[in-house]
């Protein structure tokens, strides 16, 4: 058994893309990583669509092959069925040489985990991080050995916190802000059966998703409110976001809750049509996930470096968590690795982390946001930023902002230089392929 020592050069709290990605980028500039994750194995959760641009991280963490090998679902593209319109953009249209999955987050973050420990991370399973003390030049952790229910301490050079949504450092630190305008919640579960849409928008049974590709839908409801459909090896997941003030109505009432979800995502367009013969995987349970969307009043303390979710989280529209996450391990580390080497400019790469955050998060609310909420001072500020994307990543998130037209912030920003590249069909279109039963 592999005992946990009482310091390291770097530690990391949470097991999911972000800690993956951290661990990578650190064991491959050789420093010493470990890695405390509170499960026993990863779990099931959301964040199940994976956008194209994975796979540059994917290279950097030297995982590409293994995921690749997994068999996940592949997708072609994504549509939308948003206010009475239906839209469709194809990855194939855009520069990029590989496509999107939808991956069951579990097997997904178990694969990326194991291959950072072959890397020479070390991981330490069923360990809850319980409190961060910084200390002049130092960090010290308090942890819960779950599996051996020990409790003990471990200090390091630099920490950093991927803990997800459970914000380890932000919420002992007081650091979570939430923007009135923008609170929600998810519901989702599981499906087996039923059908989805391919690239042509044409009706496919369950079953044939290796074979024939399909497209994630995104279909609203009410307003502000969406329901998502991503189809993966053994079920389908569905999940609806609605608005926080809505609570009361999709809360856990035993059964009746089942209802009352099967009922309100069926409401969405094309949804009902897509779950005929299907049956909701009752075992499987409805989750939810409340007030997902936050950002902190800073990403650094001391010497602890919030990454992903432990920092921030806008929104799921774009499906861009796991990018997030990734985007921003990959800059902590680079930030922390350069600390290593020099670390008289130690100061200068903090700084350089929080600006890079700072106008992450500021792009992504831009895209999320409802035009009513952004400044002109967003904008310009996000001018800049968009400047510096490469032209496919920009042309992905125009077209992806299009797709819903939920928020026009990004042609405003853009205009016409860059078009999207979508298709719009109508639905009775789309629905005339629908089957009957
Ligand atoms: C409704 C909804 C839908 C979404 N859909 C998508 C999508 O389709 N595509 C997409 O890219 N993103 C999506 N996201 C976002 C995505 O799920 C997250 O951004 C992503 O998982 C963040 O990765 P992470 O590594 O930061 O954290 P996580 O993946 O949450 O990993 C955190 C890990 O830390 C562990 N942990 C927590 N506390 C401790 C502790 N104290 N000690 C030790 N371990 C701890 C947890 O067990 C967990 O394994 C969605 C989010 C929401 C809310």
């Known amino acids: 058994m592999k005992r946990i020592q009482n310091e390291c050069e770097v530690l990391v709290i949470g097991g999911g893309p972000g800690g993956a990605m951290a661990c990578s980028n650190l064991v491959q500039n050789g420093i010493e990583a470990v890695l405390f994750e509170k499960e026993k194995t990863p779990l099931l959760k ?78 330490f399973y069923e360990v809850k991080a319980l409190k961060v003390i910084n200390d002049k030049g130092g960090v010290e952790v308090e942890y819960h050995d779950l599996a051996n229910d020990e409790k003990g301490t471990i200090k390091c050079k630099y920490l950093i916190d991927a803990s997800g949504q459970s914000s380890l450092v932000g919420l002992q630190e007081n650091l979570r ?10 519901y989702w579960g599981y499906y087996k059966g039923g059908y989805y849409l391919d690239a042509n928008a044409n009706f496919v049974e369950f079953g044939n998703q290796l074979k024939i590709k399909p497209m994630t839908i995104q279909s609203n409801v009410g307003e502000w409110g969406w329901v998502w459909h991503i189809i993966q090896r053994e079920f389908t997941s569905l999940g609806i976001i609605v608005p926080k003030s809505k609570r009361g109505e999709y809360q856990s009432f035993g059964d009746n809750n089942v209802k009352r979800f ?125 400047r510096q994307m490469g032209s496919s990543e920009n042309q992905l998130a125009f077209t992806q902002c299009t797709l819903t037209n939920r928020s026009k912030n990004l042609n405003e920003l853009i205009g016409d230089h860059i078009p999207p590249i979508l298709e719009d069909l109508s639905l009775e279109e789309v629905l ?5 039963r």
């Open 46 to 123: 959301v964040g199940e669509n994976v956008i194209p641009h994975f796979w540059k991280f994917a290279e950097l963490m030297k995982v590409k092959e293994k995921v690749e090998k997994e068999g996940f679902v592949f997708k072609a593209g994504g549509s939308s069925c948003w206010n009475g319109k239906f839209r469709k953009m194809k990855f194939s249209d855009f520069n990029y040489s590989t496509l999107g999955m939808h991956v069951e987050r579990d097997k997904f973050d178990k694969l990326l985990l194991d291959h950072v420990e072959t890397q020479g991370a070390k991981i």
């Open 177 to 186: 802000q939430y923007d009135e305008a923008f609170r929600f919640n998810a």
């Open 262 to 386: 099967e009922s309100a995502i069926r409401k969405a367009p094309i949804i009902k049509e897509l779950l005929t013969g299907s049956e909701l995987i009752e075992d499987m349970g409805i989750k939810s996930i409340i007030d997902y969307s936050y950002q902190p009043k800073k990403f650094i303390v001391g010497n602890c470096y919030m990454v992903g979710d432990a920092a921030a989280f806008v929104d799921p529209i774009n499906s861009a968590g796991i990018l997030m996450a990734l985007f921003s391990a990959y800059s902590a580390t680079w930030a922390i690795i350069r600390s290593f080497k020099f670390p008289n400019r130690a100061e200068e790469y903090k700084t350089y982390y929080e600006t890079q955050m700072q106008d992450r998060v500021e792009f992504f609310k831009l895209l999320a946001y409802p035009s009513e909420y952004i400044t002109d001072e967003m904008i310009e500020r996000n001018r800049n930023i968009v």
């Open 432 to 436: 005339r392929a629908a089957p009957q």
